[in-house]
């Protein structure tokens, strides 16, 4: 029998590897459009599902759930939401927000569903019958998904003023991007942030029973709030960012986030209520941090390229993915407590808030208009 800090090495993996295909997937996708891109994603990802449920040991788990639902993951997930984003260029962030979200409210509608079918035919069917209706729906849909025309512009839309830090109308590869300062302080800004994120979501259940002493229904209705914030911080964060600017989001964010996870370092047994409370302040701004970037990226480095581009993005997502749990159940084992967990992640959340006005820094010294 396998502890959940034990299986928090899957979750980890397929966090991980997710941009590997996001990239590659990218590629195909800006050249020759979605479809493809996500018939294979989807093929992987329900195969994975599929041989997941007939995995017998740890290592088979890493690599059925770990690599195969990652990597396929990663290519469905980056095609949808760049292909998305590249039909709204008006309206960058409520798209991305909206596309995101569909991603976070599966963590709420799939495990009723699990629940269901594992009291009735077990784990090894329920994973195996999942993993077959992943693949139909997902090759069904792709049969109607297009490629955004080249150059495409919605009627009546004007483009707004140049982003600073970006020349009006430029579209950069991703050797570009790599080659200024601004990609770096975006991809370590979403780094510390989605790392108390990706921490507390791949742990929340046992989090929820060992620090406040909920029953593992009470723990299974307070994941399900946290999914609920963390779906709607990404439309609500997307919309607001269209509005009011991304770096001034994700600066409100990171404040909410400091919040959240304070309330958590205090939090004890019988505190269902701080605790709950914490954990979804925790995931509208880990949902914001999702939302957001996809518009941010395009925002900064173009709209042509940005699913090449934010497929590297998203490799800070991934360093978080791995760092986030491995810490939280290494400090765990280490001391018998998450509150350090809780106390390094503030620290990385304070680091991301100062990235914030790095950033605008270095926008301003290298905006066109200012040189």
């Known amino acids: 029998m396998y502890t959940a800090a034990m299986l928090a090495i899957v979750f980890t993996v397929a966090n991980s590897v997710g941009p590997i295909t996001m990239i590659s997937g990218g590629y195909v996708n800006d050249k020759l459009g979605p479809k493809w891109v996500l018939i294979v994603g989807g093929g992987l990802f329900g195969a994975g599902m599929i041989c997941t449920g007939l995995a017998t040991s740890l290592p088979m788990l890493i690599v059925t759930y770990g690599l195969m639902v990652g ?33 976070g409210l599966s963590s709420v509608i799939i495990p009723p569903i699990a629940n269901a079918l594992t009291q009735k035919v077990g784990i090894t069917s329920c994973l195996v019958i999942l993993g077959v209706a992943f693949l139909v729906i997902i090759f069904v849909c792709s049969l109607f998904i297009i490629k955004c025309p080249e150059g495409y512009v919605p009627e009546g839309y004007v483009p707004s003023k140049a982003v600073p830090g970006k020349a009006a109308g430029t579209d950069q590869n991703w050797k570009q991007m790599l080659s200024g300062p601004i990609f770096y302080v975006m991809i370590f800004m979403l780094t510390c942030g989605a790392f108390s994120g990706l921490m507390i979501t791949s742990q929340a259940s046992p989090m929820a029973q060992g620090m406040t002493g909920m029953s593992v229904g009470m723990a299974a209705t307070a994941v399900s709030i946290l999914a609920l914030f963390n779906a709607g911080g990404r439309i609500v964060a997307g919309t607001l960012s269209d509005k009011f600017g991304r770096i001034n989001v994700l600066r409100g964010a990171f404040l909410l986030q400091i919040v959240g996870l304070a309330l958590l370092v205090g939090a004890g047994e019988g505190q269902t209520l701080r605790f709950i409370v914490a954990t979804s302040c925790i995931g509208i701004c880990f949902g914001a941090l999702m939302g957001v970037y996809p518009g941010f990226t395009a925002d900064q480095f173009g709209i042509r390229n940005n699913s090449v581009n934010y497929g590297i993005m998203f ?57």
């Open 71 to 103: 990597l396929g993951l990663g290519m469905a997930y980056g095609c949808t939401i760049n292909n998305s984003v590249k039909f709204f260029p008006d309206k960058k962030g409520l798209v991305g927000g909206i596309a995101t979200a569909t991603y």
């Open 315 to 371: 490799i800070g997502f991934a360093v978080a993915g791995y760092f986030g749990p491995t810490t939280c159940g290494r400090i765990l084992a280490r001391t018998g407590s998450y509150s350090s967990a809780f106390i390094v992640s503030i620290a990385l959340v304070v680091a991301g808030l100062l990235l914030s006005f790095v950033y605008s820094m270095v926008t301003r010294k290298s905006s066109p208009s200012e040189k």
